[in-house]
């Protein structure tokens, strides 16, 4: 499965942790599982198909492969590496690591 990752910045009070694992065609974001096992080879799912504010885009499956970009929130002192994303190859089933959603801010020199 392939994940790429959309970053983006909700307000505060919005805020919500991401939590991504896999089992096979399962994806359970924050404690949901969504079986995507129902997609044949070389089809797509539109994103408001599926009952879940995460995905931004469609669901494909090409050469058995299952594609799909989820959102990503974060922090305002976020990393690098979160607000840039690099894709996510999962091989194995099991929790998804994803970036850290805030650093914390660097204490200014005294």
């Known amino acids: 499965m392939k994940i790429n990752l959309t970053p983006f910045s909700p307000p505060p009070q919005l805020y919500v ?58 922090g305002p002192n976020a990393p690098h590496e979160t607000r840039f994303p690099a894709p996510i190859t999962v091989t194995e089933d099991g929790p998804v690591d994803l970036p850290p959603y805030d650093a914390e801010p660097e204490e200014a020199p005294e």
């Open 17 to 74: 942790p991401l939590s991504v694992s896999v089992a096979g065609d399962v994806l359970t974001l924050n404690g949901e599982s969504l079986d995507l096992s129902g997609i044949p080879e070389g089809a797509t799912l539109p994103a408001q198909a599926v009952a879940s504010d995460w995905f931004d885009g469609s669901i494909t499956r090409a050469n058995g492969e299952l594609s799909l970009t989820l959102r990503l929130p974060h």
